[in-house]
């Protein structure tokens, strides 16, 4: 490599050809950040901390601490939006090129990581609510399942880039899954809901990577038989939430669902007034799972309405960003934390609207909780720092 070529290199320009003359011609290329997705995401994520405030006031003044929910989901929020900056500015390329080279990569590390901490959380779990999911680390305590979600975008993300041709066959998909499976497997056993959205990322993010698309039509139909077995023969819980499902308006179980029907039905066009639901005192946990239905009631459809715009507007960036992303390994990671994104506001919008049984997915970024809202922000993070590495003349 000559002087010339060096000083191109390093200046960040580009040759469009070698003429004869000393003259060349030059062609500025600016990295591209996405501020665009940056503020979208924090003003959901700002949007949520007042609807948690609004939904969970009653619940939180009867503990004597009506600033419970709002003063730990904002400090996740503000630590979230820290970690995404951060993230957002690591050039995931040069690490890629260095970290890639050995056998064992922190991608295989943070997937046996999040391995360990789901086997762990079965043996030495914190039960809430009859549901053993959160690991506690002195003042710590946060659901590991959260963390798989993002260890298995990643780990697909490397797959795919290493081998991309190995899911052009409905065979590839089976070395993949028996991947992944150990992972929705012990899930599974904790959370059908977080095994759903999992499973959803593994079939989202091989069907964009694979050119042959046939074959996941069966592997669909075997997914929805194998769901329906989980409910029908699995426990008792599970058969109980169809049935709830199918007789919302008699079933004894499907209080909360039948209150979260008459939160949307009294919200009306513009809604009632922000922090006016009247539901909220009778929807359990109406600042968790069900924080749809008190926006569809203080916000009407116009405010649900707009919600869902942001929704659409977040998935869109994502999507011109993995359009564009300079390798098939960024691009998959955009693609991952989109299907995730966009899995979890469809099931929890169905479930609130009982168009589907009841699962227990939380809005993103808008329902309590700080493990998810932090995890959802590094992703974002992720995506931002795919951005930068776009350039453009």
């Known amino acids: 490599m000559d002087q010339t070529d060096r000083t191109y290199r390093d200046s960040g320009y580009r040759k469009e050809s070698r003429p004869h003359s000393r003259r060349q011609e030059r062609v500025a290329f600016v990295r591209q950040y996405d501020y665009a997705l940056l503020f979208l995401t924090i003003g959901i994520a700002l949007f949520g901390v007042i609807m948690i405030y609004s939904a969970g006031y009653y619940t939180a003044s009867l503990q004597n601490n009506p600033y419970r929910y709002i003063k730990s989901q904002l400090f996740c929020v503000g630590l979230g939006t820290v970690l995404m900056v951060i993230v957002s500015r690591i050039d995931y390329q040069q690490y890629m090129q260095k970290l ?3 056998k064992i990569t922190p991608v295989h590390l943070l997937y046996f990581a999040a391995l360990f901490m789901q086997a762990i959380v079965l043996v030495v779990g914190v039960e809430i609510n009859h549901a053993k999911r959160w690991l506690k680390i002195g003042p710590l305590q946060f659901q590991p399942s959260e963390i798989s979600k993002i ?6 993300a490397y797959i795919v880039y290493q081998k991309r041709r190995v899911l052009d066959n409905w065979r590839g998909f089976l070395k ?3 991947y992944i ?11 059908l809901s977080s095994a759903i959205i999992v499973a959803g990322i593994t079939f989202g993010m091989c069907f964009v990577a694979s050119k042959k698309k046939g074959y996941f039509i069966v592997i669909l139909l075997a997914a929805a038989a194998g769901l329906a077995a989980v409910l029908l023969f699995g426990e008792g819980f599970r058969i109980s939430r169809v049935q709830m499902w199918l007789d919302v308006e008699n079933h004894v179980g499907a209080y909360q669902i039948r209150q979260g029907l008459y939160a949307i039905a009294s919200g009306g066009l513009f809604g009632t007034g922000l922090g006016k639901s009247m539901q909220k005192s009778f929807i359990p946990e109406a600042y968790n799972d069900m924080i749809f239905s008190v926006i569809c009631e203080e916000l009407g459809v116009v405010g649900a309405s707009i919600v869902m715009i942001a929704f659409l507007v977040l998935f869109w960036r994502i999507v011109m960003i993995a359009c564009h992303a300079p390798d098939l390994f960024g691009t998959m990671l955009c693609v991952g934390v989109m299907i995730q994104l966009a899995v ?5 919008v169905a479930v609130v609207t009982n168009s589907i049984p009841s699962t227990g997915i939380p809005m993103p970024l808008i329902s309590y909780g700080g493990t998810s809202a932090m995890i959802i922000m590094v992703e974002i993070g992720i995506v931002l720092s795919v951005s930068r590495q776009i350039k453009q003349k």
């Open 181 to 191: 499976g150990p992972l929705i497997f012990l899930i599974l056993l904790e959370n």
């Open 100 to 102: 890639f080279r050995t």
């Open 344 to 348: 979890q506001v469809l099931i929890n």
């Open 176 to 178: 993949v899954l028996i």
């Open 151 to 156: 260890a298995a975008i990643v780990f697909i």
